[in-house]
Nanobody
Framework: QVQLVESGGGLVQPGESLRLSCAAS????????MAWYRQAPGKQRELVAS???????KYADSVKGRFTISKDNARNKAYLQMNSLKPEDTAVYYC?????????????WGQGTQVTVSS
């Protein structure tokens, strides 16, 4: 089993920054992809950014140039640096880890951390 714990959310003003952290523990294989999703009230959960063990990162168009995802493979941690935050970034942010387990894709989720951008 894999456990994910997010931290770093909070209330900030537009234009400010936040850094989210995700700590993964349990049976984690060296080849995995970690990602950040978010879900705003009344909206579907959406992918914000993902990063492979090899460091290949992808971003949603809405956050390109403002958010940066990074990964510490040795410590099984992922980070999301969020700059120039906008009110529309307000959401619960979830950490996700995907890996192959006995030839089957397994996906794990954290409990989420609230990010609120408001003046």
């Amino acid at each position: 089993q894999v456990q994910l714990v997010e931290s770093g959310g909070g209330l900030v003003q537009p234009g400010e920054s936040l850094r989210l952290s995700c700590a993964a523990s349990g049976l984690i294989f060296s080849s995995n992809t970690m990602a950040w999703y978010r879900q705003a009230p009344g909206k579907q959960r959406e992918l914000v950014a993902s990063i492979t063990s090899g460091g290949v990162a992808k971003y949603a168009d809405s956050v390109k140039g403002r958010f940066t995802i990074s990964k510490d493979n040795a410590r099984n941690k992922a980070y999301l640096q969020m700059n120039s935050l906008k009110p529309e970034d307000t959401a619960v942010y979830y950490c996700n880890l995907d890996q192959m387990v006995v030839l089957r894709q397994q996906s794990y989720w954290g409990q989420g951390t609230q990010v609120t951008v408001s003046s």
